[in-house]
């Protein structure tokens, strides 16, 4: 493992602990509140037990600590050269991380290490300067909770339009960035990045910009755990609410709640597990799943 264990949850968590008791300012409401705030939910049962029963000897009965230096967290060599790595790839690089420390660190991998499967070859142009300033334009306008006026082009020619940003996804799938945001009139847009062609920043959204309410939907899906399906699912789908069962050793029953504009984009990314995943509700998304298999056999006859 590239990141040891050592700064797992719980130690993270631990470590906060100890960090509030060299300061002296350890009480036991102070205790509770960082396990729940860091640690897992069984982690309001072991941590707080552990240290101050003496199982975990960093405490004192007074909530005072025998350690007299808080806990740091220096990075391995191993760990640097992965974030070495991470930060040649150019969709990283639109964020502008600090690679301070890292200059004579060498990459743990290069990126043609990787080979990508049913994506899109006609991506975003990451390293483009125009695209680049524009991202970073968009991204400054959803920290600082700015409205934009954005000029791009649309399907049926170019656009402008003043938006109060909400917020700027990825698609691993088709290898863009896409921003959304909503006009005064309460509409929704999605702009892909790529098709921006001016970003001017105005003033904060005031608080009478509420957004509308996204319409949402909801599929059940059971998944056949083979070839580490269980694992893709989580991370190809990290990007949705969703709720995990188990239902026997291999099988799992998994919800995900998506906005019911991306209805088309969910079924396809369903469609891509093959028969790992199968459609169990509601009737309306598993006739949307038979059409669309239909209409995939009568094209390749």
């Known amino acids: ?15 906060e602990v100890l960090r509030e008791a060299v300061q002296d300012r350890l009480t036991q409401e102070r205790l509770w509140d960082i396990v729940r705030e860091k640690g897992f939910r069984e982690s309001a049962v072991t941590i707080p037990e552990a240290l101050t029963k003496g199982k975990w000897p960093l405490l004192r009965k007074d909530l005072s600590t025998p350690i007299k230096h808080e806990p740091t967290t220096p990075l391995s060599d191993i760990q640097k050269m992965w974030m070495k790595a991470l930060l ?6 639109l964020f502008s991380p600090s690679a301070e420390g890292l200059e004579e660190v060498p990459p743990l991998f290069e990126a043609d290490f990787f080979v990508y499967y049913d994506r899109c070859s006609d991506g975003d142009p990451f390293g483009d300067p125009e695209y680049g300033e524009h991202f970073r334009l968009l991204l400054l306008a959803l920290r600082e909770k700015r409205r934009v006026r954005v000029r791009y082009d649309g399907k049926r020619g170019g656009l402008r339009k003043t938006l109060t ?7 691993s799938k088709d290898d863009k960035f896409r921003f959304t945001g909503y006009s005064e009139g309460g509409i929704f847009y999605t702009v892909n990045v790529a098709r921006v062609k001016r970003v001017e920043l105005m003033g904060r959204a005031g608080p009478e910009a509420v957004a509308p309410a996204w319409r949402c939907g909801q599929v059940t899906l059971e998944l056949w755990d083979d070839r580490n399906a269980l694992e893709r699912a989580m991370l190809h789908f990290s ?28 079924l396809i990314r369903i469609l891509s597990f093959g028969p ?24 390749g006859r």
């Open 88 to 93: 040649q790839d150019p969709r990283i690089r």
């Open 165 to 171: 940003p909400e917020k700027m996804e990825y698609s």
């Open 239 to 266: 990007d949705l609410e969703k709720e995990t069962v188990r239902l026997d050793e291999r099988r799992y029953r998994i919800t995900l709640t998506y906005r019911q504009e991306d209805e088309t984009e969910i």
């Open 1 to 15: 493992m590239i990141f040891h264990e050592i700064y797992g949850s719980y130690y993270r968590t631990v470590a």
């Open 276 to 299: 790992m995943l199968k459609v169990t509700g509601p009737e309306h998304f598993v006739g949307l799943i038979r059409e669309r298999l239909r209409r995939q056999k009568s094209c």
